[in-house]
């Protein structure tokens, strides 16, 4: 299948590459950034536009909802190449209401509109193992089922009507962010008390407050590698998303309120390039204290 693929990035690049590898053709647009091993895997071509012009399926994986709508309509914007019958398929973590205008324009071009944003960061994206939360209509799912199970594990058909992908994964980014919050606040609380970090870590894993969080940030808080597989910015940009659509939806939501002012207080000391497990940072600041210190 002709693959039309924007956005290559930390996540985009290595689901792009398992396209390929299960045997798809590649068209990507022309960026200065563009690596190696995507310009050998890939037709390169001048701008969106061009792409879907060739693609069959065009995937959209960018950082935030202004950057699908210029990729879609803005100059030379994929929707002026689309052609009657493609299957558009946004896996970025974008805005469920204005998905639901994206879809709309699509569907007006005689394309069918998913979106399908995912979690499992980098280690996901290169093991093939993303969870993929899917919202459109039945038909369009069903045909883009076997390109999401080249890219992931767990693919779950949320709702028929676009949007439902993105509320899914908005309310996944509430749950992970407050969960690597808790165990910051965990781990900074036993550390001051004068305990192991690294060893509270290995019990804990044995009991009911063992997550993936726990498993996997955990043991970058306490050795200090932050290189991001999520970065802090984007995960403070869903949780805006969050925050948004609970005021238009008139609900309260207290606990992601506070973690989204934990990731800004990390991006305004300079870490919003951080892995998003970096927010034990501001934890940290708050404790004066820091749980990577051997000089308890």
Known sequence: MQIGFIGLGIMGRPMALNLKSAGHALIVPERP?????????????????????????LILMVPDTPDVEAVLFGQDGAVEGLKKGTLVIDMSSISPIETKEY?????????????????GGEVGAKQGSLTIMVGGPDAAFARAKPLFEAMGKNITHVGSENGAGQTCKVANQIMVALNIQAVSEALVFA???????????AALMGGFASSRVLELHAERMING???????????QKDLNLALSSAKALHLSLPNT????????????????????????????????????????
């Open 257 to 296: 309120a506070i973690a989204q002012q934990m990731l800004a207080s990390c991006i305004a000391h300079g870490g919003g390039e951080l892995d998003h497990s970096a927010l034990v940072l501001a934890i940290e600041g708050l404790a004066a204290h820091s749980i990577r210190d051997k000089e308890k």
């Open 103 to 119: 879809a709309r324009r699509v569907n007006d071009k005689g394309c069918d509109y998913l979106d399908a944003p995912v979690s």
């Open 33 to 57: 950034s563009l690596t190696d091993d995507v310009r050998a895997a890939a037709k390169v071509v001048a701008n969106p536009k061009a792409v879907a012009a060739e693609a069959e399926v």
């Open 191 to 201: 550390s001051k008390a004068g305990a192991d970090p690294a060893k509270v870590r």
């Open 225 to 235: 590698t932050f290189n991001p597989g999520f970065k802090i910015k984007l995960h």
